[in-house]
T-cell receptor, first 113, second 112 residues
Framework: DVKVTQSSRYLVKRTGEKVFLECVQD?????MFWYRQDPGLGLRLIYF???????EKGDIPEGYSVSREKKERFSLILESASTNQTSMYLC????????????FGSGTRLTVV | GENVEQHPSTLSVQEGDSAVIKCTYS??????FPWYKQELGKRPQLIID?????GEKKDQRIAVTLNKTAKHFSLHITETQPEDSAVYFC???????????FGKGTRLSVIA
């Protein structure tokens, strides 16, 4: 019973391309997050959203943007992909008010060549 | 902002032994501390969490302890099994509804 779905498991893009990573959750969670995971660096927060059309910058937002037009969907956009954005991208959702931990998606491994 | 340090980065134990992973946090206002387990090629999954009004919490072979004064919390796994091999992440948040700040992870290997 997959609850947070990321559209692609593996993705290869060229430098300069605009890249869209999609995340959909079916738990009616208010909060959604995008992290990137790199060896030795753990999980670093890129952007998050507490409500439709809301977005907040995380720790490493440069080179990224997000879109949340519907409660269940949170998209991460790489405006002009660069090789240093090669990484594993993890989407997560959680209920509001700190009532529970995150549920993660399976991740998208993006390679920029 | 919050900063979470996690140690050790790698840990090897014999099957049946205990494993302990420690984390420290910087902001005394943090009040929610979850632990995630990530098996190879899979998504991180919540295994246990603790809130700042509790000192210890157990779930079968897993326990988490919290020392608010010292600002550190630990994960304890007893009677380790090969299926416990994974990367474990600790995390903290200032309030329950703020984003989690994660430690850099501990790769646990349980040797049969």
């Amino acid at each position: 019973d997959v609850k947070v779905t990321q559209s692609s498991r593996y993705l290869v893009k060229r430098t300069g391309e605009k890249v869209f990573l999609e995340c959909v959750q079916d738990m009616d969670h208010e909060n959604m997050f995008w992290y990137r995971q790199d060896p030795g660096l753990g999980l670093r927060l890129i952007y998050f959203s507490y409500d439709v059309k809301m977005k907040e910058k995380g720790d490493i937002p440069e080179g990224y943007s997000v879109s949340r037009e519907k409660k269940e969907r949170f998209s991460l956009i790489l405006e002009s992909a660069s090789t240093n954005q090669t990484s594993m991208y993890l989407c997560a959702s959680s209920p509001s008010g700190g009532r529970g931990g995150y549920t993660f998606g399976s991740g998208t491994r993006l390679t920029v060549v | 902002g919050e900063n979470v340090e996690q140690h050790p980065s790698t840990l090897s134990v014999q099957e049946g032994d205990s494993a302990v992973i420690k984390c420290t946090y910087s902001d005394s206002a943090s009040n929610y501390f979850p632990w995630y387990k990530q098996e190879l090629g899979k998504r991180p999954q919540l295994i246990i969490d603790i809130r700042s009004n509790v000192g210890e919490k157990k779930d079968q072979r897993i326990a988490v302890t919290l020392n608010k004064t010292a600002k550190h919390f630990s994960l304890h796994i007893t009677e380790t099994q090969p299926e416990d091999s994974a990367v474990y992440f600790c995390a903290a948040s200032l309030r329950g509804n703020t984003p989690l700040v994660f430690g850099k992870g501990t790769r646990l290997s349980v040797i049969a």
